[in-house]
């Protein structure tokens, strides 16, 4: 099961910034590390947008699906208990980070400020009064002020980790390991591309079917492609054929990575990981088209435009490990820590 990306809406407070008071006292923190804690309201918050995303991430529901949460995953431990850890891990790598800016001399600008109050006012708008946001957001345990804290914090966790990873940063990634990644993950491929099944649409976007005549041309074409290929022919000869112009678009060929192509190109993608550089084969999409695909060295004009891509991966990687190295340095509540699990939080709605 795939990593959960902790979601862009973790609201947590920040013990040390100067904020507008709550209308309800602070609970008890769950939650700590340095100068940044996150409170029992906060954390129930949290949960339960965690929840409402993962529920749309894994099932496509916008209200709740207990069976999911009750989904074994081996050796005693359900999704529930993958989930709720999950959101453990999230919350601390949002505190870390948030500290660290404190204490690498990040700092809210006035602009900034402004920013979050005018995010949180254009919110109090849509509910019509402050009041009614309170209203809405007290089924949640937090409130208006508390929707500050949460966007001041973000703000701050974001500078944390633009000082850490970013250029001269003593988290920041090397090169190196950039292209290394880039090597082990992506590959470059040239293709030929043969429609079997439809000629295009009409004027009303009706496909447009081939004859029994056109189709035997097609597949005339494709054995005739395959014959000289086996044949050791130049593949780039007869890239030319292909009818969605990767002669033209991708003359040095296309560099992809997993997940990227479309679900109906995924055999595609399969085919392309498991090629040796020089090796080629056939792919066919559901019988309405074939492609004969070749894999080429990798270029480095594409992995530089892949770099931001491979670094952001890297730091998230490397964002988890910080905190399991770090783990033993939080100061968190177990007692808390036991009263809740993802099934029993509400989904925001």
Same mark, same amino acid.
């Given at each position: 099961?795939?990593?959960?990306?902790? +979601?862009?809406?973790?609201?947590i407070?920040?013990?040390?910034?100067?904020?507008?008071s709550c209308?309800?006292?602070?609970?008890? +923190?769950?939650?700590?590390?340095?100068?940044?804690?996150?409170?029992?309201?906060?954390?129930?918050?949290?949960?339960? #947008?965690m929840?409402?995303?993962?529920?749309?991430?894994?099932? &496509?529901?916008?209200?709740?699906?207990?069976?999911?949460?009750?989904q074994?995953? %081996?050796?005693?431990?359900?999704?529930?208990?993958?989930?709720y850890?999950?959101?453990?891990? =999230?919350?601390?790598?949002?505190?870390?980070?948030?500290?660290?800016?404190?204490?690498?001399g990040?700092?809210?600008?006035?602009?900034?400020?402004?920013?979050?109050?005018?995010?949180?006012? @254009?919110? /109090?708008?849509?509910?019509?009064?402050?009041?009614?946001?309170?209203?809405?957001?007290?089924?949640?345990?937090?409130?208006?002020?508390?929707?500050?804290?949460?966007? !001041?914090?973000?703000?701050?966790?974001?500078? @944390?980790?633009?000082?850490?990873? %970013?250029e001269? @940063?003593?988290?920041?990634?090397? $090169?190196?390991?950039?292209?290394?990644?880039y090597?082990n993950?992506f590959?470059? /491929?040239?293709?030929?591309?043969i &429609?079997?099944?439809?000629? %295009?649409?009409?004027e009303? &976007?009706?496909?447009?079917? $081939?004859? !029994?005549?056109?189709?035997?041309a097609?597949q005339?074409?494709?054995? +005739?492609?395959?014959?000289a290929?086996?044949?050791g022919?130049?593949? *780039?000869?007869? /890239?030319?054929?292909? !009818? *969605?112009?990767f002669?033209?678009?991708?003359?040095? &060929?296309? +560099?992809?990575?997993?997940?990227?192509l479309?679900?109906?190109?995924?055999g595609?993608?399969? #085919?392309?990981?498991?090629?040796?550089?020089?090796e080629?084969?056939?792919?066919? #999409?559901? @019988?309405t088209s074939?492609?004969?695909?070749?894999? /080429?060295?990798?270029?480095?004009?594409d992995?530089?435009?892949?770099v931001?891509?491979?670094?952001?991966?890297?730091?998230?990687?490397d964002?988890?490990?910080?905190?399991? !190295?770090?783990?033993?340095?939080?100061?968190?509540?177990?007692?808390?820590?036991?009263?809740?699990?993802?099934?029993?939080?509400?989904?925001? =709605?």
């Amino acid at each position: 099961m795939k990593r959960i990306i902790a +979601t862009a809406l973790c609201l947590i407070m920040i013990a040390s910034l100067t904020l507008t008071s709550c209308s309800s006292p602070k609970s008890e +923190t769950v939650f700590a590390y340095g100068d940044v804690s996150v409170d029992e309201n906060m954390f129930y918050y949290l949960l339960s #947008l965690m929840k409402t995303e993962m529920l749309e991430q894994y099932s &496509g529901a916008t209200t709740d699906v207990p069976a999911l949460w009750m989904q074994s995953l %081996g050796n005693d431990v359900t999704f529930d208990d993958y989930a709720y850890a999950q959101c453990q891990v =999230n919350i601390c790598t949002m505190i870390f980070y948030a500290d660290y800016a404190l204490q690498h001399g990040g700092e809210l600008t006035k602009e900034q400020k402004q920013a979050i109050k005018k995010q949180a006012d @254009g919110i /109090v708008e849509k509910f019509g009064s402050k009041a009614a946001l309170n209203k809405y957001l007290e089924t949640y345990a937090i409130n208006y002020d508390m929707l500050c804290d949460y966007y !001041e914090l973000k703000t701050l966790c974001d500078i @944390g980790r633009s000082i850490a990873y %970013g250029e001269g @940063g003593e988290m920041a990634i090397p $090169y190196e390991d950039m292209w290394t990644y880039y090597r082990n993950n992506f590959v470059t /491929v040239k293709h030929i591309a043969i &429609g079997t099944e439809f000629a %295009g649409t009409d004027e009303d &976007g009706n496909y447009l079917y $081939y004859t !029994e005549e056109q189709k035997e041309a097609k597949q005339l074409l494709i054995d +005739t492609i395959l014959t000289a290929l086996e044949n050791g022919e130049d593949f *780039d000869k007869y /890239v030319e054929y292909s !009818e *969605d112009g990767f002669k033209n678009t991708y003359p040095n &060929g296309y +560099t992809i990575t997993k997940g990227v192509l479309d679900s109906s190109m995924e055999g595609y993608e399969n #085919l392309a990981f498991s090629l040796a550089e020089g090796e080629w084969d056939t792919f066919e #999409l559901e @019988g309405t088209s074939v492609f004969i695909v070749k894999r /080429v060295p990798l270029l480095e004009t594409d992995f530089l435009n892949c770099v931001s891509t491979i670094a952001n991966k890297l730091i998230e990687a490397d964002m988890a490990q910080t905190i399991v !190295e770090n783990i033993n340095s939080f100061t968190k509540n177990q007692d808390i820590l036991n009263r809740y699990s993802m099934s029993i939080m509400p989904v925001i =709605n």
